[in-house]
């Protein structure tokens, strides 16, 4: 019998109704239409298109522009029982026949490409034979000059449009202004206008701004405060290792990472750090797209981007799952000054043309006032973020550092390093306090099931968040299931999680057993 896509978002991810606007998105291309959709990071966008994936017949071809991004979705699909399998760079040319017959085959239902991909003569030949159902375009601002990440090999994905002109296509982002939203459906050859924008407001998120020139010693002072996942962004590749090793001998455990890096020790750098064994990355904006890390507790800007929309991405980072999180960016004067000497500099991209990279320049010099106007804003920082990308905000949001009233340029004196008046020490201490879910044996029931999710992860080599997101873990404290169909009322619980990790929990949650015991022997 055929599965309604209730029962997919049921079974597979265990949520018993869409977030706002994922089935209205799902429901459009379920008719056929060209879609665009502008979600936040964190807003649920790959379940508008794996839904309908898994519920049409044939395989969805997903675009996306990183190897890192492919793998980070196929593995989460993978741990979910779904067939899927990617196609980049990286693979040899056996590798890349072997993956496309079996989609040919019907081995897989999900198919992730690079763009450079689209337009070889293996694809082009075998893309004829594909049962294709769905055409998804994710981080679609890329295909977009007036985008602040414009990837010429983006524009390939008009002539496979052409190829395969019946099917509709998806295009996902969490970054569009409304000019770039226009372009975006330009140039993937949409039929007629049809945007779903959902609000870019993230209110779990803080957004802090700090001016001070001693940035590393203010980076320590963060980091040391509270415990918690972060990432740290800089500049330049050599920064990466200079920051983490200062971090690392602060007691600080820190990775770093850049394009730059062997793949291997990429690989095992991103593994160590979203498994939780080493708790800061400090890295280039050659990480984190696409990395579901949902406990991500702070992202730390150590230099000012050169644009909202790439500030606005990385930040968003933070707080997937919902949780507090902080979004804070340590500005100086000599970041607009690098930021200048960037992008004047020279053609980055050689496949521009000089018109092209003229007119992409200019934009650049634009994106990097509006930036600088954030990062010396007198006012609420949500709202600028909010009306930069066309959205309504009211003047106060209450919860960054304009509206908090926190001094922008801080006192590096002996016990202010962060600048941390009286105010907000006690809104912070707030919003920790609030964010403990429980007391007495609930709250040891509670630490019970997030010590059997770290044993459930080192077990099966996942990260924590990939075994159940800490929201399930509340949710199992309060319904507390003794059977496996009360188990599966759980937020988050579908049929793969049930049948791979519900024996665990249940023995914890119903025979009140040591999470140390359930795992011994391997």
């Given at each position: 019998?055929e599965?309604?896509?209730?029962?997919?978002?049921?079974?597979?991810?265990?949520?018993d109704?869409f977030?706002?606007?994922?089935?209205?998105?799902i429901?459009?291309?379920?008719?056929?239409?060209?879609?665009?959709a502008?979600?936040?990071?964190?807003?649920?966008?790959?379940?508008?298109?794996?839904?309908?994936?898994l519920?049409m017949?044939?395989?969805?071809?997903?675009?996306?522009?990183?190897?890192?991004l492919?793998?980070?979705q196929?593995?989460?699909?993978?741990?979910?029982?779904?067939?899927?399998?990617?196609?980049?760079?990286?693979?040899?040319?056996?590798e890349?026949?072997?993956?496309?017959?079996n989609c040919?085959?019907?081995?897989?239902?999900?198919l992730?490409?690079?763009?450079?991909?689209?337009?070889?003569?293996?694809?082009?030949?075998?893309?004829?034979?594909?049962?294709?159902?769905?055409?998804?375009?994710?981080?679609?601002?890329?295909?977009?000059?007036?985008?602040y990440?414009?990837?010429p090999?983006?524009?390939?994905?008009?002539e496979?449009?052409?190829?395969?002109?019946?099917?509709?296509?998806?295009?996902?982002?969490?970054?569009?202004?409304p000019e770039?939203?226009?372009?975006?459906?330009?140039?993937?050859?949409?039929?007629a206008?049809?945007?779903?924008?959902?609000?870019?407001?993230?209110?779990?998120?803080?957004?802090?701004?700090?001016y001070n020139?001693?940035?590393?010693?203010?980076?320590?002072?963060?980091?040391?405060?509270?415990?918690?996942?972060?990432?740290?962004?800089?500049?330049?590749?050599k920064?990466?290792?200079?920051?983490?090793?200062?971090?690392?001998?602060?007691?600080?455990s820190?990775?770093?990472?850049?394009?730059?890096?062997?793949?291997?020790?990429?690989?095992?750098r991103q593994?160590?750090?979203?498994?939780g064994?080493s708790?800061?990355?400090?890295?280039?904006?050659?990480?984190?797209m696409?990395?579901?890390?949902?406990?991500?507790?702070?992202?730390?800007?150590?230099?000012?981007?050169?644009?909202?929309?790439?500030?606005?991405?990385?930040?968003?980072?933070?707080?997937?799952?919902?949780?507090?999180?902080?979004?804070?960016?340590?500005?100086s004067?000599?970041?607009?000054?690098?930021?200048?000497?960037?992008?004047?500099r020279?053609?980055?991209?050689?496949?521009?043309?000089m018109e092209?990279?003229?007119?992409?320049?200019?934009?650049?010099?634009e994106r990097?006032?509006?930036?600088?106007?954030?990062?010396?804003?007198?006012?609420?920082?949500?709202?600028?973020?909010?009306?930069?990308?066309?959205?309504?905000?009211?003047?106060?949001?209450?919860s960054?550092?304009?509206?908090?009233?926190?001094?922008?340029?801080?006192?590096?004196?002996?016990?202010?390093?962060?600048?941390?008046?009286?105010?907000e020490?006690?809104?912070?201490?707030?919003?920790?306090?609030?964010?403990?879910?429980?007391?007495?044996?609930?709250a040891a029931?509670y630490?019970?099931?997030r010590t059997l999710?770290?044993?459930?992860?080192a077990?099966?080599?996942?990260?924590?968040?990939m075994?159940?997101?800490?929201?399930?873990?509340?949710?199992?404290?309060?319904?507390r299931?003794?059977?496996?169909?009360?188990?599966?009322?759980?937020?988050?619980?579908?049929?793969?999680?049930l049948?791979?990790?519900?024996?665990?929990?249940?023995?914890v949650?119903?025979?009140g057993?040591?999470?140390?015991?359930?795992?011994?022997?391997?």
């Amino acid at each position: 019998m055929e599965q309604s896509i209730h029962e997919i978002l049921k079974r597979y991810w265990g949520y018993d109704s869409f977030r706002p606007l994922q089935e209205d998105i799902i429901q459009s291309v379920l008719k056929g239409i060209d879609t665009l959709a502008l979600m936040p990071t964190g807003g649920g966008k790959s379940i508008t298109y794996q839904v309908p994936g898994l519920y049409m017949d044939g395989i969805c071809i997903v675009v996306t522009p990183l190897i890192a991004l492919m793998k980070d979705q196929v593995d989460t699909l993978r741990a979910l029982d779904i067939k899927a399998s990617y196609i980049h760079s990286g693979m040899s040319r056996r590798e890349m026949l072997t993956t496309l017959d079996n989609c040919i085959f019907g081995k897989y239902k999900f198919l992730y490409v690079s763009p450079e991909r689209l337009s070889t003569q293996l694809f082009q030949e075998k893309l004829k034979d594909l049962p294709v159902s769905l055409l998804v375009v994710d981080e679609a601002h890329c295909i977009s000059q007036w985008g602040y990440d414009f990837r010429p090999d983006y524009l390939k994905i008009a002539e496979l449009r052409q190829t395969i002109p019946q099917i509709p296509v998806l295009a996902v982002t969490a970054t569009a202004t409304p000019e770039v939203a226009k372009d975006i459906q330009t140039k993937l050859l949409f039929k007629a206008e049809n945007v779903f924008r959902k609000s870019f407001r993230r209110p779990n998120l803080r957004y802090v701004v700090r001016y001070n020139e001693d940035k590393l010693q203010q980076l320590i002072y963060i980091l040391s405060r509270v415990p918690g996942s972060a990432i740290v962004y800089v500049r330049s590749r050599k920064r990466t290792k200079e920051v983490a090793e200062v971090l690392y001998r602060a007691g600080i455990s820190a990775q770093y990472y850049h394009a730059g890096i062997d793949p291997e020790d990429k690989e095992r750098r991103q593994q160590e750090w979203k498994e939780g064994h080493s708790r800061v990355m400090v890295a280039t904006n050659a990480f984190g797209m696409g990395i579901d890390k949902s406990d991500v507790r702070y992202v730390i800007h150590y230099n000012m981007p050169k644009n909202m929309e790439g500030y606005y991405q990385e930040a968003g980072r933070a707080g997937r799952d919902g949780d507090p999180a902080e979004c804070i960016l340590l500005y100086s004067g000599k970041d607009v000054v690098t930021n200048q000497y960037l992008i004047e500099r020279g053609q980055d991209n050689q496949e521009m043309d000089m018109e092209t990279w003229r007119l992409v320049r200019d934009r650049d010099q634009e994106r990097l006032k509006q930036m600088t106007f954030y990062a010396t804003s007198k006012r609420c920082l949500r709202a600028f973020l909010l009306r930069y990308f066309g959205e309504d905000a009211p003047d106060d949001c209450g919860s960054c550092s304009v509206c908090e009233e926190l001094p922008f340029e801080v006192d590096t004196g002996r016990g202010r390093l962060y600048g941390v008046p009286a105010k907000e020490a006690r809104q912070e201490r707030k919003r920790r306090q609030e964010s403990i879910p429980f007391t007495g044996w609930e709250a040891a029931q509670y630490e019970n099931l997030r010590t059997l999710r770290a044993l459930l992860a080192a077990h099966f080599h996942l990260p924590v968040y990939m075994i159940f997101s800490d929201a399930s873990l509340r949710d199992m404290v309060q319904k507390r299931p003794k059977t496996e169909d009360e188990f599966l009322e759980v937020s988050g619980v579908g049929q793969a999680k049930l049948e791979r990790y519900g024996s665990y929990f249940l023995a914890v949650l119903r025979d009140g057993k040591e999470p140390n015991s359930l795992l011994q022997g391997g």
